[in-house]
């Protein structure tokens, strides 16, 4: 099979193609023929030696996929081969097969569309990550408002749409005006630019002066302590990665005088932790991907070959939505 192989710690552009064995399931274990593999920021990080594991070499990226399963370890009852699934692991995904753990694969509908197949290999993190946000770490509750700093991200974009299906007013922040559009287009009721100096400003008046009730931070940086000024009282600001580089240093005192929260939000330890309930909102996310009321934006897909230039495009903050390597197209 082929796939994309990391051979020493470094930037995208020293990931090669490479004819490698197919691997062969160990028990508990499925392989998968991937038909779709999402390009997410801590892929950038493994293959730069920056996470918080490192793999032995050479190694595959790609912690997040979907396909059909092509093989079944010791064990295994749960799946068939044929079976359309979507899954995680914690590496090798950008690959025409993967191996991953039984318990980290999710069977989809039968009548599941190739289309589909694909945009759910872009679904899993983003998605998975905004709907525990906001529900289980925020609590939000219809009529409530939602700033969404970084709405043109692919994480961004998903708590712009899981926000308006779960009754909130959302107030998209973005950059550019092709990603705001593109909040515009998942719902944002609101699509304001955070890097002006009235961003504060501008909030005040949309919210009439009571300020946000939650703030959905992927960004941190510079923009995190205007955005945690702007909460109103018993807020909830979700800290949920640091995209733009820096970890703020944010007054406390702010949260005493608004009698607001500071929430972590780290998906990966959820799913550990919680498999019940991280199985049950991976349920209803995916029945609402299949039924057509969320829709992911997935903005370029790329062939193997390209996977330093997607991981590039994702760590110049360039994308808007998601990326997505496809195995089977064409270099």
Not at 76 to 84: E, L, N, T
Not at 163 to 178: F, N, P
Not at 221 to 239: C, H, K
Request: proline share 5%; net charge negative.
């Amino acid at each position: 099979m082929k796939a994309v192989v990391c051979d020493a710690w470094g930037t995208p552009d020293t990931l090669q193609v490479k004819d490698l064995q197919l691997p062969e399931p160990a028990p508990g274990q499925v392989r998968v023929r991937v038909r779709a593999a999402a390009v997410n920021f801590p892929d950038a990080l493994l293959v730069a030696g920056k996470y918080q594991f490192k793999p032995d070499f050479p190694f595959s990226p790609g912690a997040e996929f979907s396909g059909t399963v092509s093989a079944l370890g010791d064990g295994v009852s749960s799946f068939a081969i044929g079976d359309q699934v979507v899954g995680t692991t914690a590496f090798g995904a950008y690959a025409e097969e993967v191996l991953a753990d039984a318990a980290q694969v999710i069977g989809l509908p039968n009548d599941t569309s190739d289309d589909e197949l694909q945009l759910a290999g872009s679904f899993l993190l983003t998605y998975g990550t905004s709907y525990h946000a906001l529900k289980d770490r925020a609590a939000a509750k219809p009529g409530e408002s939602l700033l969404v700093l970084g709405a043109g991200g692919g994480v961004g974009l998903a708590a712009v749409e899981l926000g308006k299906r779960m009754g909130l007013r959302v107030i998209a922040a973005a950059s550019t005006e092709a990603k705001r559009e593109a909040a515009r287009s998942r719902g944002a009721d609101e699509a304001i630019d955070y890097t002006t100096d009235d961003f504060r400003g501008q909030l005040k008046t949309l919210t009439n002066g009571r300020g946000v009730d939650i703030v959905y931070d992927p960004v941190g940086g510079d923009i995190a302590e205007t955005a945690l000024r702007s909460v109103g009282w018993g807020g909830r600001y979700l800290v949920v990665g640091f995209a733009g580089g820096g970890i703020p240093k944010l007054p406390t005192n702010l949260l005493l005088l608004k009698g607001s929260a500071l929430v972590g939000v780290f998906w990966g330890e959820f799913v550990r932790r919680e498999p019940e309930a991280h199985a049950a909102n991976t349920r209803q996310l995916l029945a609402w991907l299949h039924d057509g009321t969320l829709r992911p934006l997935v903005s370029a897909r790329y062939p193997l070959s390209g996977a330093a230039q997607a991981l590039d495009a994702l760590l110049g903050r360039d994308a808007i939505g998601k990326l997505v390597i496809v195995p089977s197209l064409a270099p």
